[in-house]
């Protein structure tokens, strides 16, 4: 934490910018601490606006994180006022998703599919009968874009 400090006083940064830095490592320390096996996964993400960002993979860790957010939340700011750090106002969740580093997923492309001319023509007609104006306008721009 003082390595951390040290660094940012030589750095131009604004002092809200280098507050929320040092927060975030205090609140770092406190996750390791109070974090569970289920909240490992998850990562304290940054501070905007004086709420917590976590972020996590799974929207089932996220669901949990939510429903323990106050018990969370009281005891990062009861650390933080012990640093003599203003505290969070709540925490919010992202989810986030990894590339994967498997190179043999699976993964879906979506290109133009092949039609013949007769076929397109055959769509584009069939679009054209539709009574609704506007469901047959939104047609006409998706077949034009798959196939312009």
Same mark, same amino acid.
């Given at each position: 934490?003082?390595?951390?400090?040290? &660094?940012?006083?030589?750095?131009?940064?604004?002092?809200?910018?280098?507050?929320?830095?040092?927060?975030?490592?205090?609140?770092?320390?406190?996750?390791?601490?109070?974090?569970?096996?289920?909240?490992?996964?998850?990562?304290?993400?940054?501070?905007?606006?004086?709420?917590?960002?976590?972020?996590?993979?799974?929207?089932?860790?996220?669901?949990?994180?939510?429903?323990?957010?106050?018990?969370?939340?009281?005891?990062?700011?009861?650390?933080?006022?012990? @640093?003599?750090?203003?505290?969070?106002?709540?925490?919010?969740?992202?989810?986030?998703?990894?590339?994967?580093?498997?190179?043999? @997923?699976?993964?879906?492309?979506?290109?133009?599919?092949?039609? &013949?001319?007769?076929?397109?023509? %055959?769509?584009?007609?069939?679009?054209?009968?539709? &009574?609704? %104006?506007?469901?047959?306008?939104?047609?006409?721009?998706?077949?034009? %874009?798959?196939?312009?």
């Amino acid at each position: 934490m003082e390595q951390v400090k040290s &660094s940012l006083q030589s750095l131009p940064l604004p002092r809200k910018i280098k507050e929320n830095i040092l927060r975030l490592e205090v609140i770092k320390e406190v996750w390791k601490e109070i974090g569970d096996k289920r909240l490992g996964v998850t990562s304290v993400g940054f501070i905007e606006d004086d709420y917590l960002f976590v972020e996590a993979e799974e929207h089932y860790l996220l669901q949990q994180l939510r429903l323990k957010s106050h018990l969370l939340c009281k005891k990062i700011n009861q650390r933080l006022r012990e @640093a003599s750090f203003p505290p969070i106002k709540g925490i919010k969740t992202r989810l986030v998703v990894k590339p994967s580093l498997n190179p043999s @997923a699976k993964c879906v492309r979506i290109g133009k599919p092949n039609l &013949s001319s007769k076929d397109l023509q %055959t769509l584009l007609e069939l679009c054209q009968s539709l &009574s609704d %104006t506007e469901l047959k306008g939104l047609f006409l721009r998706l077949i034009n %874009t798959l196939y312009a």
